[in-house]
């Protein structure tokens, strides 16, 4: 009986184990590659959505003490944390108080019916108040500008979703002042 040989055309073909080696380990590298860079976006973006959201939180809060200190005929009361105030509401005079809760992290307003939160998640705060030299004064009757320092916070630090952001409003002046 005669065998013939298989020509070199017609040999089983297919990749060596060195060679699916050398492509398994080259996708892992890939896929790897791809995942952080995955990882590193998904927490940019929940960082950029976080920062948003402190900025607007921020921008209602002063914008409403704005409007209240705009309308404020007397400040009765001042410490570091709190301001309470009286504001002309239509003809009717209205006890308005700021205050910054540190247990909770809020700065909560209260007024004649009722309170409402006006920024959450505030690691400080502090109220300076201003004469009508814009001198630093401790004397309710003489404030005539309040300013407010908040730094507010949100995100998770381990996974890299922490934002921190530094409120300052501006100058906010009293009503009944000359300034």
Do not use: W
């Amino acid at each position: 009986m005669v065998t013939k040989a298989q020509s070199s055309s017609k040999r089983a073909r297919g990749f060596t184990l060195v060679e699916v080696m050398i492509a398994a380990s080259l996708a892992g590298v890939i896929t790897l590659g791809v995942i952080s860079s995955l990882t590193y976006l998904g927490r940019n973006l929940v960082r950029v959505a976080n920062n948003s959201d402190l900025q607007t939180r921020a921008a209602v809060a002063s914008a409403t003490m704005q409007k209240d200190v705009g309308n404020a005929t007397t400040v009765t009361s001042i410490s570091s944390t709190s301001v309470t105030m009286t504001i002309d509401n239509n003809g009717t005079a209205e006890s308005i108080t700021y205050a910054f809760d540190s247990g909770a992290g809020e700065v909560i307003r209260t007024g004649p019916s009722h309170s409402y939160t006006v920024l959450r998640n505030v690691q400080s705060c502090s109220f300076t108040f201003s004469d009508a030299d814009s001198a630093v004064t401790t004397n309710p009757t003489a404030v005539r500008k309040i300013e407010v320092d908040a730094r507010t916070a949100t995100g998770v630090a381990n996974v890299g979703t922490y934002v921190t952001y530094e409120i300052v409003t501006p100058a906010m002046i009293v009503a009944t002042s000359s300034l």
